[in-house]
């Protein structure tokens, strides 16, 4: 079982891009999903959740203010919406489904290929 996540691409510096994720396999409604992303020589981090019950969001201060998560369960497909973006943006983002939001990146599951986000002038 995987998500899929699209949407990447090449942005230059204080653009945008909005990222998809979405499964054929199950619906979402059915769990927090959360978007993570990795850049090269780092770990992978948690940039943002959202809760299945009343679409709760949770956004770290790295990026709060610049990215927001959002989700259409008649398209079963949540969104990252990223503005401003900025070249330490530049990962591969993952999407993964879990039961809680507030559960360690370890208890999320379902991750998928990821979609390179590249920021360059």
């Known amino acids: 079982v995987q998500l899929q996540a699209s949407g990447g691409g090449l942005v230059q510096p204080g653009g945008s891009l909005t990222l998809s994720c979405t499964s054929s396999e199950f619906n979402l409604d059915y769990y927090d999903i959360g978007w993570f992303r990795q850049a090269p020589g780092k770990e992978r981090e948690g940039i943002s959740c959202?809760?299945?019950?009343?679409?709760?969001?949770y956004i770290p201060n790295e990026v709060r203010g610049r990215f927001a998560i959002s989700r259409d369960g008649a398209k079963n497909t949540v969104y990252l919406q990223m503005n401003n973006l900025k070249p330490e943006d530049t990962a591969v983002y993952y999407c993964?489904?879990?039961?809680?939001?507030?559960?360690?990146?370890?208890?999320?599951?379902?991750w998928g290929q990821g979609t390179q986000v590249t920021v360059s002038s």
């Open positions: 959202i809760t299945n019950t009343d679409g709760t969001t």
């Open positions: 993964a489904r879990s039961k809680g939001c507030h559960l360690s990146m370890a208890d999320f599951d379902a």
